[in-house]
């Protein structure tokens, strides 16, 4: 610990303060911005941090969960995916969706550290300039005596991913330091149920966009190439709406005081964002003195801990565990309609219209209701509570569904009730508060790392169930090992039950109790003098 004089003489005031009295100061100054923000009434400010992060996450899930539609058109239109045996269409389609998902691993776990080493605002606008030009680079990938479209198409994905998995860490963030107390989980929530209206967009798109060429398509299957261009370059559209509000929100108070050591410029970002008038923030004492730092040594110091650590693995292994039948029935939602016959016709405009307005009933069924019941309730009844209720209600519905999986596909409205409700409670459920939790229970220097390691266990979940879907649903003969895998799922779900007693619940309580530390100490760095021994 750095050794201090006895006193300081503020270069604002011809008092002399002692180390003692500086140090309550700067506490005292601390918790007073931090009780602004934690008990600041809902106002216009929290509604448009809402929306700018949400509009992050709207574009995340149609870029995501578009290539459910994408994936099948390409294999009406590509020459040289025709050629291949099924064998390798299958590793093409695996690829395709496989992509994204390995991008944003990376990004989750790259931006998660950048926004604590740099600080939120710095990276905040640079994902979404990642996904605006990833997405045009996906519509326009074409084939060459080099590279196929789809290999093409592979690459733009990936470099997708990243400023999605960006996206997760540095919007949870932003929105969980600014937000309320009282009105927390529902803000995040809030955010992330934008990913339902994404969901629902793209089957949206898909339909439209049919809908238009359907005489052309009738005639040729050559006029679904611009079907699955548009609709993959849709998805630029709220990425480039939202930039500028994203580069000009003001970096988060928490991350000033904590990791700058900034308190004056705190205080006047709080009174900005809340249009409050203080009239102490003229006082400006001096105020030098350590506290940890986001190193190394402190990351191991801090998880070696096993409060904390357990607390990391217990978000990280909710979130593998939840993806793995998330993203294994997600984005492969038009696989499992076609297994079960929905809507099946001979031919092609039919088949990827029948496969759209399924995907739209199912999410409008389940899919969004989840979502907002989440927000609605999730400060009401505790994430933890929530959680518990989705896995446990899950291991039921998919072991129903895989145990009666030949007599369920029999009866199309058993199917639509079982398969909506899974998408209920899997959003009224862990989806979302696994999602919500790691933004709250990390302290300000790792908050960010903390949820981009979480987010990252998540995406390893769904790569693994993306390898183990298209590789293991046709034992047997074509889709005839897909209630094996629903069963899998089941397994998976039941695990999570208890990977959800290793998370503490979060409602009602500071991020700052959270964190399992006692107060950091504040440096105001506009002042800051080399202390003396």
């Known amino acids: 610990m750095t050794t201090h004089p006895n006193s300081f003489n503020s270069p604002d005031s011809k008092e002399t303060h002692s180390f003692d009295d500086l140090y309550e100061i700067n506490i005292s100054r601390r918790q007073r911005n931090l009780n602004h923000i934690d008990n600041a009434n809902f106002g216009l400010f929290h509604v448009r941090t809402c929306i700018i992060a949400g509009i992050g996450f709207f574009t995340d899930a149609y870029d995501l969960f578009v290539i459910n539609f994408v994936s099948i058109m390409l294999s009406y239109t590509d020459s040289d995916y025709m050629s291949y045996n099924p064998f390798v269409r299958a590793s093409i389609d695996m690829a395709l969706k496989m992509s994204a998902a390995c991008g944003t691993l990376i ?16 990276m905040y606008g640079l994902e979404l300039s990642i996904m605006i030009v990833a997405t045009f680079g996906s519509a326009m990938s074409s084939g060459s005596f080099a ?12 470099i997708l991913g990243i400023g999605i998995g960006g996206d997760y860490p540095v919007s949870a963030v932003i929105t969980s330091e600014f937000a309320t107390v009282s009105k927390r989980g529902a803000m995040i929530s809030a955010v992330f149920a934008m990913q339902g209206f994404g969901i629902l967009t793209a089957g949206i798109v898909s339909v439209v966009t049919l809908g238009a060429y359907r005489e052309s398509i009738v005639i040729t299957d050559k006029y679904i190439d611009p079907v699955w261009r548009i609709i993959l370059v849709f998805g630029a559209i709220p990425a480039i709406l939202g930039f500028y509000f994203r580069v000009t929100i003001p970096e988060t108070p928490r991350f000033t005081m904590d990791i700058l050591g900034d308190i004056e410029k705190a205080e006047r970002d709080i009174n900005n964002v809340l249009k ?22 402190d990351f191991k110091e801090y998880f070696s801990k096993w409060k904390n650590a357990k607390i990391l693995l217990g978000t ?33 405009f039919s088949i990827l219209w029948n496969l759209s307005v399924g995907n739209i009933i199912i999410t409008m069924l389940g899919t969004i209701p989840g979502y907002w ?55 009224f459920g862990p989806n979302a508060t696994t999602f919500i939790v790691p933004s709250e229970v ?62 503490p619940e979060t409602r009602d309580k500071t991020l700052e109790t959270l964190s399992n530390e006692s107060p950091r100490i504040i440096v105001n760095r506009k002042h800051k003098r080399k202390a003396s021994g």
């Open 442 to 503: 990390f302290p300000t220097r790792y908050r960010s790392t903390g949820h981009g390691i979480s987010a990252a266990s998540g995406k390893l979940g769904a790569i693994i169930a993306q390898v183990g879907f298209l590789q293991l649903k046709d034992i047997g003969g074509s889709n005839k090992f897909v209630d094996r895998l629903i069963l899998i799922f089941a397994c998976f779900m039941f695990l999570g039950i208890f990977s959800t007693l290793l998370i």
């Open 316 to 348: 990280s292994l909710s979130w593998f565990v939840l993806d793995i039948a998330f993203y294994g029935i997600g984005l492969n939602n038009g696989i499992i309609l076609q297994a079960i016959g929905f809507g099946y016709s001979q031919d092609t």
């Open 147 to 158: 590279i196929t479209t789809w290999a093409s198409l592979i690459f733009w994905r990936f």
């Open 373 to 427: 019941f989440t927000v609605f309730l999730v400060d009401k009844w505790g994430r933890k509570k929530i959680q518990l209720m989705g896995f446990m209600v899950l291991t039921g519905l998919f072991l129903i569904w895989g145990l009666c999986y030949s007599f369920v596909k029999q009866y199309m409205a058993i199917f639509i009730t079982i398969f909506s409700l899974c998408q209920l409670f899997q959003n």
């Open 107 to 122: 990004g989750q776990l790259v931006f998660g550290w950048c926004a604590d080493r740099f600080g939120r605002k710095r």
């Open 276 to 297: 409050r008038e203080d009239p102490l923030i003229q006082y400006n004492p001096i105020c030098v003195i350590d506290g940890p730092g986001a190193t190394w040594q």
